[in-house]
């Protein structure tokens, strides 16, 4: 199993598996990537859409060669296809600075270690680069939103 940059994984299991229109507008980034990471777990992916900015929609659509989706609705369903859902994500070291959110998810079922970066504007936090996802093919590592912190098993 390999961690391919482009969508998330996940089912939060804490209650905020609900995602719906206003919640591309909270103020709590943790919450916008809960609902983020449930969405993509259900398969929802105009709800998972909604709550990226728009670069990070047209960042969804950048598939590999011959795979390329017309909209991020159309890559999330792909990706979804072939990811494996994590059964706990676990959102760590959450950092606001200004604007913009960083933070770290982990899981154990799957192994996954990823960064999140989220930006803020008047509608709330958004997810501002499409996230890992942990995938049946193999593909390179996530990424890392802090140089300071190894992967686990690091």
Known sequence: MA????????????????TSATAATSDDAEIVVRQYFAAFARGDAPAACA??????????QQLPPGERADSCEQATKE???????????????????GDTATARVTSKDP?????????????????????????RLEGPPGIRPHDDEPHEGE
């Open 3 to 18: 961690l391919v940059a482009s969508a998330a994984l996940a089912s939060c299991g804490d209650g905020q598996d609900e």
């Open 79 to 97: 990706l979804r296809r072939d990811a494996l859902v994590a059964s706990r994500p676990q959102i760590q070291d959450l950092r606001i600075s």
């Open 111 to 135: 192994p996954y270690d990823s960064g999140v970066v989220l930006h803020r504007d008047d509608g709330g936090w958004k997810i501002a680069f499409p996230l890992a996802v942990v995938s």
């Open 51 to 60: 709550l990226m900015t728009k670069v990070a929609q047209r960042g969804m």
